[in-house]
């Protein structure tokens, strides 16, 4: 179909000798947000990063298949070039338009969007298993293309000439985010234990669509890298098990049981802990959507150690005859001797304060399951108040981690809420923190997710409930396997039919609660669209109102016009057909019955009716005289006339 358009646009030339023909074709357009069906759907997945398996992007086949690519800047401006008049001078009809990538397959191209944008995860995947994907069939092409030389001519400075690399990755990044309206919302909470600063982290991670970082969860992602820093991390667990291995076989006692490597906690040292976080919060992931750092730094050394770069040499004595070649800055800023590392800076800073016997009363009201097995229970949560106490003595202490932040950032993107009473209403202190966080604007990544995101993390969400449900019983002294206890002890004399029907019948089961966990999932999402569905409707309905209101107000201000016209024309015919009547009583009433009125008026007779009707009368009589007089003068004188000319003859 296509081919054949092509080609009776390329022969309408022959027909119309004034009319200039050229079919272009282009490599796959990327760039200005991807506004198309071909990369946006990677570059969204691999920026938002919701789960590994939606971040991990897709790649049909080895991947080894070339994609010409082009950037519609690049693709415009030269399809602007032969529209206008400096194109007349290309003869072709045909051309070829692509960028110069090198490096141009579609693994390579995979690896690139996702190592720039997200995890840098990607899977290999048959084409059977994506085929009902729009961007199936462009994936799967194979094409070697050479750009036109009259494209080479024409293009002059290129916007992105190398293609999707990961050179050029920095500026296609910039404009996704800048065509989809999408900036980086990075927020630090801290405070003491038992503030609760891990709880209002999550309400709004959850809300605003971002990484909810927290120091354990950045521990479990740098074990997982897969680069030096994962190695070192990998390296010094090892080490740190190993050495608290040393310490337990030295004071073990023949009791004591073995101690298991597996389930020893390792507890890095700050310098570590420090580098893997900066790292973390300065992954692709956090530079574009931001994050919610959790409780890390804990204090104004940590602060430093993560936000601030040492100057090198910064306050050093220069050597002996040598020259002075470093040169203090003119202004020293806040932290002399260092720089400011703006990128994972974050832009607001909220602080959970209150009195340790407050807080330790709160906790007390908490549920004992609640806080069993945590840093939270009676055994720890003195030692770690302590700790905090050491490094933020008070708020207004310089010490503070509050005070860090306030001379970075300044006092109008810090917010404190120290007491505790305050924060029960956790409606109320989410909107408070969100208002500090949306004074420049809202974030909008969570515009990016679409339903079958939500409908996967679901799935996954419930399915780490079960297994950590079914972890749960099976901790329990006393508590059956459920599986077991539906088997029975004597499952192995069971006949294989008999084994096979009720692995069936427990699948049915599973299979029917994952259904009616589905079918909530689906009627909530369902009344959720309708909602949507009915405030679509009122919309469009207020808007069709007051269209039909504008125009009922035009179509009865243009008829009232029509009628004030139409009376208008009445009037003046009106006027026209009168003029002679009126003319008559002017000439033959008017006069006679002014002239009885002012008669009328100077008798003031006692019955003026019938004084005006003699007079009337009277009136009338003379003018019959006066016309009988003027008839007859008239005849006299046409007799004259006669008789005058009959005695000439």
């Not at 070192?232 to 291995?245: A, D, N, S, T």
Request: charged share 35%.
């Amino acid at each position: 179909m296509v081919k054949h358009l092509e080609n009776l646009a390329l022969t309408a030339s022959k027909f119309n000798k004034n009319l200039r023909v050229h079919v272009v074709c282009s490599g796959l357009p990327y760039g200005h947000g991807e506004a198309n069906d071909v990369f946006y759907e990677f570059f969204r997945r691999a920026w938002l990063s919701l789960h590994p398996d939606l971040a991990s992007l897709p790649v049909i086949g080895k991947g080894d298949n070339n994609l010409p690519t082009i950037h519609v800047e690049d693709l415009s401006r030269f399809v602007q070039y032969l529209a206008d008049d400096s194109g007349k001078s290309v003869e072709k009809q045909y051309l070829l338009a692509v960028d110069q990538c090198k490096q141009s397959t579609q693994r390579e191209m995979m690896k690139c969007i996702s190592e720039s944008l997200g995890s840098g995860a990607i899977k290999n995947v048959q084409l059977d298993e994506v085929i009902d994907e729009d961007w199936a069939e462009m994936l799967t092409l194979d094409l070697k293309m050479e750009t036109s030389s009259e494209f080479v001519e024409a293009a002059g400075q290129w916007h992105c000439k190398d293609g999707i690399t990961n050179g050029t990755m920095k500026l296609l990044n910039e404009e996704f985010n800048l065509y989809r309206g999408l900036f980086p919302l990075k927020v630090y909470i801290g405070g003491p234990p038992g503030a609760g600063k891990s709880h209002f982290a999550k309400l709004l991670a959850e809300s605003y669509g971002i990484p909810h970082l927290t120091i354990q969860s950045m521990v479990d992602h740098a074990q997982k890298l897969d680069d030096e820093l994962g190695e070192e991390v990998r390296g010094m667990v090892e080490q740190l098990k190993q050495e608290e291995l040393a310490a337990y076989e030295k004071t073990r006692k023949k009791k004591d049981p073995d101690l298991d490597p597996a389930k020893i906690k390792v507890r890095f040292p700050d310098e570590m802990v420090n580098k893997f976080v900066k790292a973390h919060i300065g992954s692709p992931a956090c530079m574009n959507k931001g994050f919610i750092l959790d409780g890390y730094p804990r204090n104004a050394e940590d602060a430093k150690a993560v936000f601030l770069n040492l100057i090198p040499g910064y306050g050093e004595e220069p050597e002996d005859g040598a020259e002075e070649e470093q040169k203090q800055p003119e202004e020293e800023g806040a932290f002399p001797g260092f720089t400011l590392d703006e990128r994972i800076l974050p832009q607001y800073t909220i602080v959970l304060e209150a009195d340790s016997d407050a807080l330790k009363a709160k906790l007390k009201e908490l549920p004992v399951e609640r806080i069993a097995g945590t840093h939270l229970d009676d055994a720890n949560i003195d030692r770690r108040l302590k700790i905090y106490r050491d490094a933020n003595p008070t708020v207004d202490d310089e010490k503070h981690i509050v005070q860090f932040f306030e001379k970075l950032i300044g006092q109008e993107s810090c917010k404190l809420f120290d007491d505790p009473e305050k924060t029960v209403d956790v409606n109320k202190t989410v909107q408070d923190m969100k208002e500090l966080l949306e004074q420049n604007g809202k974030p909008s990544a969570i515009n990016l997710i679409t339903d079958v995101d939500n409908k996967f993390l679901r799935h996954v969400e419930r399915q780490a409930r079960k297994e950590a449900q079914a972890a749960a019983d099976a901790e329990k002294p006393g508590t059956a396997d459920p599986e077991a206890s539906h088997k029975g002890v004597d499952d192995t004399n069971l006949t294989e039919e008999e084994k096979a029907a009720r692995a069936e019948e427990e699948q049915k089961k599973a299979h029917e609660s994952e259904s009616e966990e589905d079918e909530v999932g689906a009627l909530i999402e369902r009344e959720e669209q309708e909602a949507r569905r009915a405030e679509q409707q009122a919309a469009e309905q207020k808007i069709a109102d007051e269209e039909a209101a504008k125009e009922k107000a035009i179509k009865d201000k243009r008829d009232a016009e029509k009628l004030e016209k139409i009376r208008e024309q009445e009037r003046d015919l009106l006027d026209k057909r009168s003029q002679p009547i009126r003319q008559y009583l002017m000439d033959n009433v008017v006069p006679h019955l002014t002239e009885g009125l002012i008669n009328l008026c100077k008798a003031v007779p006692d019955d003026p009716t019938d004084y005006l009707a003699n007079f009337l009368n009277e009136r009338a009589d003379q003018v019959d005289e006066e016309a009988m007089k003027k008839r007859d003068e008239e005849i006299r004188r046409k007799a004259a006339e006669k008789n005058g000319n009959l005695s000439q003859k």
